[in-house]
């Protein structure tokens, strides 16, 4: 950033947030670049007749590129005369007025980009801005208010969904430009944006196909073994398919058994999940950077479970069997596992997490409702493989190593990831701010 040209001669902004500014920029606020803001409208359900008309929701909003397509899945019947003042054309902005998240503050603004004339819902209104003003570099420079969250200052919250006081945010200053240099922003930025977008598409699909091996290659390792040149058999369990010929298939409960263990006086809160596994509560709520309820009643009715026990939760039959990973207490709906002696639990682990495992235990459990826990008989309807011991600890041993390297080019390829990410959101920053001057680059 720094290796880029600057502008000559810079000003006092007399914002805090925004510091120097270039000399013949203006200060404005953002209210003095639009013509009018109107709420949307939800209308009624279509009926296939003239006053049916595509309907932009935020769902639709892609806050990469901060672009809302005309190829929306969304139809509502709004009759000409409530269209008029809120038809949205190409080039027009649309505001998030209501929604959000805990990550995702509400307030985010994106650019119509279609042929044909559409509306928005209830919960945006479509922004026109005046003449002389580049709406593409207005969306650009809300983008970065967005970014360094000035937006958080006209947040009402009701009900648990946000509201943004649009008079408020509209107040709000804004660093502005000629007009010829908005347009040379505008285009610099769009140029250099898609750049590094198509570069992180790239990397985004590498992780696919890196956690395609992944998987891949603890399926084959867990239910083919290591030794491509073995004999194998028909196991005649679906999952499962060919085995080596002197691997048996074995009911589940002659390698595992339901435990019921009542929680202990000194045991800690464990959260399972399909990211982390079984965990202690404290551990996953600092791995995914927020809190999460604690159970408070019944805490006598809690199992204990022990290190390489495993856990079925609600999930499992969408993506397997934990394996615990400390001493501790869970939840009483969920089922606890303790191996047998001819079982070494670091196999079962990525066992129970193959995708062949899954679909297995997935056809045990058409019945299932969504939010309903499997059960033990589910878990023995599914037979497992039986190799000796030290089978099972060479396969472990080899997916220790594999699937670490794996990982780790996972990890290393989500973070450059983030720093692409980084670098565009400073690329916006710098642009629309006047760190940089990028007229000529355009």
């Not at 500014?21 to 709420?39: A, D, G, H, L, M």
């Not at 509201?163 to 000629?178: A, C, G, H, L, M």
């Not at 944006?193 to 598409?201: F, G, H, V, Y």
Request: with cysteine; glycine share 6%; hydrophobic share 35%.
């Amino acid at each position: 950033m720094t290796q880029r040209k600057s502008y000559g001669v810079y000003r006092e902004s007399g914002i805090k947030w925004l510091g120097r500014i270039p000399e013949n920029w203006s200060i404005y606020r953002v209210k003095s670049t639009i013509e009018f803001s109107q709420n949307g409208v939800w209308g009624e359900d279509p009926d296939g007749g003239s006053d049916d008309i595509e309907c932009a929701r935020v769902a639709d909003f892609d806050r990469v590129s901060f672009t809302v397509s005309d190829n929306l899945a969304t139809y509502r019947k709004v009759p000409e005369a409530q269209r008029r003042s809120r038809e949205v054309k190409d080039g027009d902005l649309l505001f998030e007025k209501s929604g959000g998240g805990e990550k995702t503050l509400v307030g985010a603004i994106v650019q119509y980009k279609g042929s044909k004339a559409i509306i928005c819902s209830n919960f945006v209104s479509v922004i026109k801005v005046k003449s002389g003003v580049n709406s593409r570099w207005l969306c650009y420079a809300n983008a970065f208010l967005y970014s360094i969250g000035v937006n958080s200052r006209s947040i009402k919250q009701a009900t648990g969904i946000q509201n943004i006081d649009s008079e408020q945010y509209f107040s709000e200053r804004i660093p502005v430009p000629s007009k010829l240099e908005q347009d040379r922003i505008a285009i610099w930025l769009d140029r250099e944006t898609a750049r590094i977008d198509t570069l992180i598409a790239k990397k985004t699909r590498f992780i696919e196909l890196l956690k395609e091996k992944r998987q891949a290659v603890i399926t084959k390792a867990v239910t083919k073994g290591l030794d491509d040149s073995v004999e194998m058999k028909d196991s005649r369990i679906p999952w499962m398919g060919a085995i080596p010929a002197h691997w048996r298939a074995v009911p589940s409960n002659w390698l595992f058994l339901e435990i019921k263990d009542r929680s202990q006086p000194d045991d800690q809160h464990l959260s399972a999940s399909q990211k982390h596994g079984v965990i202690p509560l404290s551990e996953f709520e600092r791995l995914e950077g927020r809190r999460v309820t604690h159970a408070e009643k019944n805490l006598d009715q809690r199992k204990h479970v022990e290190v390489g026990d495993f856990v079925i939760s609600m999930r499992s039959f969408q993506g397997g069997i934990e394996i615990v990973k400390a001493r501790g207490c869970v939840r009483s709906s969920y089922v606890a596992l303790r191996a047998g002696a001819s079982v070494d639990s670091r196999f079962f682990s990525y066992l129970f997490k193959s995708s062949a495992y899954i679909q297995g235990l997935q056809s045990t459990a058409t019945f299932i409702r969504d939010g309903q826990d499997l059960s033990y008989a589910n878990f023995r309807q599914v037979k497992l493989p039986l190799l000796c011991m030290d089978e099972q600890v060479r396969i472990a041993s080899y997916l220790n190593r594999v699937v670490s390297r794996i990982d780790v080019l996972v990890s290393k390829t989500e973070r450059s990831i983030e720093l692409l990410k980084e670098h565009r959101s400073a690329l916006i920053t710098a642009a629309v701010t006047g760190k940089i001057d990028v007229r000529e680059a355009a």
